[in-house]
């Protein structure tokens, strides 16, 4: 699918421009006027690791139909072993983060046609791992801000990848076997829900503002949104 359409002469119709461009980012101008293709609403989105807020691990995608084909393959390959963060999907974007020789590799691509949008590679001992907090939801893509102290949660801008705001008093641990089990977040209706050893935290995602927090006896872990409840695992001895 292309980025960008210019059409002189009437020799295509808005119609023909507008199915062969991305959708959301991608431009058309069809004899001087601009068009741009709206996100198809039988696209389902894939914002946590566990699906959305909920997570249940199912999709109302009803998109997807057959018969279908590879769109696009691009960056490396890896399994879906103990570790890997994987794939978040909304709003056209496709983030990931993933070991690669060593270090960190969180990457945004463009998901309807792979052109990668920015990338940043960690050397520092960060790791990528399926316990950590990483949400990618209305042009924000939220993870551990990997170059501060304790890597609190943080986020960045999901097109640029430009840091945005830090959310004051999270930590989100240090890597894979470190502890992360009791750090997590799950985002929904502009707001973040960070649980962190005995604190569970609330923050507007545009502001960063902390709008409440609440403390309790053991650690709280595996945040999820249940319809307008946040509900926590104790976690045992």
């Known amino acids: 699918m292309a980025n960008a359409v210019v059409v002189t002469g009437g020799a295509v119709s808005e119609a023909e421009a507008l199915r062969v461009l991305v959708p959301v980012r991608g431009r058309a101008w069809v004899d001087g006027k601009e068009?741009?293709?709206?996100?198809?609403?039988?696209?389902?989105?894939?914002?946590?690791?566990?699906g959305k807020a909920e997570n249940n691990k199912t999709n109302p995608e009803t998109g997807l139909q057959i018969p279908n084909a590879v769109r696009w393959m691009a960056g490396p390959w890896y399994g879906d072993g103990i570790n890997p963060n994987g794939w978040r999907l909304s709003g056209g974007l496709a983030a990931a983060e993933l070991n690669i020789g060593g270090g960190l590799n969180v990457e945004v691509r463009d998901a309807f046609n792979g052109v990668p949008?920015?990338?940043?590679?960690?050397?520092?001992?960060?790791?990528?791992?399926k316990s950590k907090p990483t949400i990618l939801i209305n042009g924000v893509f939220m993870r551990p801000d990997?170059?501060?102290?304790?890597?609190?949660?943080?986020?960045?801008?999901?097109?640029?990848?430009?840091k945005l705001r830090v959310f004051e008093g999270t930590l989100t641990g240090?890597?894979?076997?470190?502890?992360?089990?009791?750090?997590?977040?799950?985002?929904?209706?502009?707001?973040?829900?960070?649980?962190?050893?005995?604190?569970?935290?609330?923050?507007?995602?545009?502001?960063?503002?902390?709008?409440?927090?609440?403390?309790?006896?053991?650690?709280?872990?595996?945040?999820?949104?249940?319809g307008g409840l946040i509900v926590l695992i104790e976690e045992g001895e």
């Open 117 to 129: 949008l920015w990338r940043q590679t960690y050397g520092n001992g960060s790791e990528s791992d």
């Open 174 to 226: 240090g890597g894979r076997g470190k502890g992360l089990l009791s750090y997590g977040a799950v985002a929904s209706d502009g707001f973040v829900f960070y649980s962190g050893e005995n604190t569970v935290k609330c923050f507007e995602i545009s502001t960063g503002k902390e709008t409440w927090s609440s403390q309790h006896p053991r650690n709280l872990v595996k945040p999820t949104k249940a």
């Open 35 to 50: 068009l741009t293709g709206p996100m198809p609403a039988n696209f389902g989105e894939w914002t946590h690791w566990a």
């Open 146 to 162: 990997e170059t501060a102290a304790g890597r609190p949660l943080a986020a960045f801008k999901a097109t640029t990848g430009e």
